[in-house]
């Protein structure tokens, strides 16, 4: 069962071009840790009531094992390292999506 472990992001206006620059440095080295095959940085359109940006992260997972073992061994440090640099200037939560299927369009 692979796993998208989604990150949603908010964040203030005042640090919005510095987080940028931060987290695409940032999601090499959560893919780095081996418990991930992809990942994508999207910016969410819908305006948001509190202001600032919003971003979508979605990390696909190997598997349950490879996400949970990222839970017990990396999550902590990594996000750590966010909530130090940016702290009341970002509000982030997260969801796990169970892949049930693809679909691609296919031309051939």
């Not at 095959?37 to 094992?65: F, N």
């Amino acid at each position: 069962m692979r796993i998208i472990y989604n990150v949603t992001i908010n964040i203030d206006d005042s640090v919005h071009k510095e987080w940028l620059i931060w987290i695409k440095e940032h999601i090499p080295k959560v893919l780095a840790t081996g418990k991930f095959e992809s990942a994508k940085l999207t910016k969410i359109l819908v305006e948001e009531e509190l202001g600032g940006q919003s971003y979508s992260i979605q990390y696909t997972s190997y598997s349950r094992e490879a996400l949970n073992a990222y839970y017990k061994e990396n999550a902590e440090a990594l996000r750590s390292d966010g909530l130090k640099k940016f702290a009341n200037k970002m509000l982030a939560f997260r969801t796990e999506l169970e892949i049930i299927d693809e679909y691609k369009v296919n031309f051939n």
